[in-house]
Structures are given as structure tokens and as C-alpha cells.
């Protein structure tokens, strides 16, 4: 079996309560600066959903990176 | 198999009834083995650590839409996930600090229907950094 994401999704919508409104929601959040892999296993599901307002805005369906990582993805 | 936290995690006759319990006893570079079933934690891990399931169908380790589920929170640790569920976490299911490796897992319906009012930095991700291939 391979690895596999499939059906993770953002539906974010916010505005209007100042400069800044961030969702974020995901399966994986890797800020490590170390190597995360990823191997024969399944990412699915994982999303962000709410609405505020007005324009779309959101951060992560499966996996959210941070800079200066690595992250593999293996069978 | 009904474990107890009051039990030292070291035999299959003094097994814990929690895997934080577990957590909380190990040392760094021991193995945590779970027998199948839906453990409703929210796991903080903090030293290098294996924690290996039944099988992924089996073994859940379940947030209750509650804070994140696993958390690496020890940029030096060395952690290993492996045949389990995570699962129903707000907002990550998995979120790592350190080096992590997840085999033969399914990581499923996690996220947040919440807004967080702070602003976080996120700087775009190279294409570089992401590398998706097959080991066959």
C-alpha cells in the first residue's frame, strides 16, 4: 500500500474582526526542524471548515510545513 | 485487557490503563506497545520514544475534538508512530517539533471548525523541501 492523502479540505471563511483571522486545523503539523516520514500509511479527512463573514482564509488540510523542514512521503 | 495506572508498564501482567501514564514512566529510546483499542488521550511526548499499535484498524488513539492528539514537543526527540489511528483532534492531529516517523498509521478527520485570533508566521514552503517517491 503506498501512502495516500486524499479527501482533507479547507472551507474558511473570516473577515471583519481586525487585520488578522486565522483557522488553521490539519492531520499533521511538522515544525520540526528534524525529518518526519511518512511511510505506508493514510491521510484522510483532515480539514478546516467554519465561516465568518467574508473572504476565504485558512491553513491546513493534511500537512502543514513550516519552513526549513523535511518531510517524505514513502510507500 | 484491562490495564492500571497504578501498574509499572513494564510486563504484559502490569500493563497501564493510559498510554500518557505510559509516557510519563519511559525513558528515552523505550518502546510503548498498545494493545487494539480507542485510547481517548491527548499525548505529549517529550523524549525519543517508539509507540506501536495492533494495527491501525484497531488501535485509535482518539483527541474528542480536543486539542491536538499527538504533540512531538522536544525539537531533539526522536519519535516513531506506528500501526495506529489518530484521530478527531482540533486542530492538528500530529504536530511535531522533533523528528518523526509514522509507518503503516492512517492520521483522519482532524481539524477545527474554531478561529484563532493571533497571527502565526508562515513563510511559504519550498517544493525542495517536500520529496513524495515510492521505496519499490
Known amino acids: ?75 | 485487557m484491562n490495564g492500571n495506572d497504578s501498574n509499572n508498564c513494564q510486563t504484559p501482567e502490569t500493563t497501564c490503563k493510559t498510554i500518557g501514564h505510559a509516557i510519563s514512566l519511559a525513558a528515552s529510546g523505550d518502546s510503548i506497545i498498545l494493545a487494539a483499542a480507542t485510547y481517548a488521550e491527548n499525548l505529549i511526548i517529550g523524549l525519543s520514544l517508539n509507540v506501536i499499535g495492533s494495527g491501525a484498524s484497531t488501535t485509535i488513539i482518539d483527541g474528542g475534538g480536543k486539542g491536538t492528539v499527538v504533540s512531538v514537543s522536544d525539537a531533539v526527540a526522536n519519535v516513531t508512530l506506528s500501526q495506529l489511528t489518530i484521530q478527531n483532534s482540533s486542530p492538528s492531529g500530529i504536530y511535531n517539533l522533533g523528528s518523526l516517523e509514522i509507518t503503516n498509521s492512517t492520521v483522519r478527520n482532524n481539524g477545527t471548525t474554531s478561529f484563532i485570533g493571533v497571527v502565526l508566521a508562515i513563510a511559504s514552503v519550498p517544493v525542495s523541501a517536500m520529496a513524495v517517491y515510492s521505496s519499490s
Open chain 1, 1 to 75: 500500500m503506498n501512502s495516500t492523502i486524499a479527501n482533507n479540505s479547507i472551507h474558511v471563511y473570516c473577515s471583519g474582526s481586525g487585520p488578522y483571522c486565522f483557522a488553521f486545523g490539519d492531520g499533521i503539523s511538522n515544525e520540526g526542524a528534524g525529518r518526519m516520514t511518512i511511510v505506508n500509511s493514510t491521510l484522510s479527512g483532515n480539514s478546516v471548515s467554519g465561516k465568518k463573514n467574508g473572504n476565504p482564509f485558512g491553513c491546513c488540510g493534511a500537512i502543514f510545513m513550516s519552513l526549513d523542514n523535511y518531510t517524505s512521503l514513502t510507500r
